[in-house]
């Protein structure tokens, strides 16, 4: 048991390292919005800071987003501390999910923001609006994808190995049990 703590903390601050590391760098080698190609226009690395949430979501204020990032902390200890031993996806995702989130808390506590700077082009995609009854879902137009860090990389990679493990062991119904044909005796 001691071993799994031991393995889950060292993902966990592995994650915190390497994240805060490349953003330590990019905040000494960059200007606040430079943008240096890597692969031409495909990948650059595009130096923001991002007062929203992951991928550039836009919730709520900074107050939202560090109170998100601290309850999201909260309930990945308290879920692995819930989690079987032998529920590898789902320790690994977690892990992953608390290093992106302290990586991204400690972005908020020294900068109020998050450095984001990994910038990719992806094909553009475009949803029109769409007109129910009552309701109007505006459409939009995404030409690049929004710039992220390795933080919001590792929750998403977290999120989606939980997700696979769920899905791979989905609980089955137990089999009904028939009724027994003899009585038991007296």
């Known amino acids: 048991m001691y071993?799994?703590?031991?393995?889950?903390?060292?993902?966990?601050?592995?994650?915190?390292?390497?994240?805060?590391?490349?953003?330590?760098?990019i905040f000494h080698w960059l200007f606040l919005g430079q943008s240096v190609p890597v692969l031409g226009d495909f990948f650059k690395i595009t130096y923001i800071l991002n007062p929203g949430g992951a991928f550039g979501t836009k919730l709520g204020g900074s107050s939202f987003y560090l109170f998100v990032s601290i309850a999201a902390i909260a309930f990945t200890v308290i879920f692995f501390l819930k989690t079987l031993p032998q529920h590898f996806l789902?320790?690994?995702?977690?892990?992953?999910?608390?290093?992106?989130?302290?990586?991204?808390?400690?972005?908020?506590?020294?900068?109020?923001?998050?450095?984001?700077?990994?910038d990719f082009d992806i094909p553009d995609i475009s949803i029109s609006t769409i007109n129910l009854s009552?309701?109007?879902?505006?459409?939009?137009?995404?030409?690049?994808?929004?710039?992220?860090?390795?933080?919001?990389?590792?929750?998403?990679?977290?999120?989606?190995?939980?997700?696979i493990h769920i899905l791979k062991h989905k609980e089955q119904k137990?089999?009904?049990l028939e009724p027994s044909k003899t009585t038991p005796q007296n």
Request: aromatic share 10%; charged share 15%; no cysteine.
């Open 90 to 118: 789902i320790r690994i995702g977690l892990a992953l999910v608390l290093g992106g989130a302290l990586g991204n808390l400690t972005d908020r506590f020294r900068f109020g923001q998050v450095i984001d700077f990994l």
């Open 134 to 163: 009552f309701i109007q879902l505006n459409g939009f137009t995404l030409e690049r994808w929004p710039i992220f860090n390795l933080a919001d990389s590792a929750i998403t990679i977290g999120a989606v190995l939980i997700v």
């Open 3 to 25: 071993r799994s703590y031991l393995l889950f903390a060292l993902l966990a601050g592995g994650v915190l390292l390497l994240d805060q590391l490349s953003k330590t760098l």
């Open 174 to 176: 137990p089999p009904r």
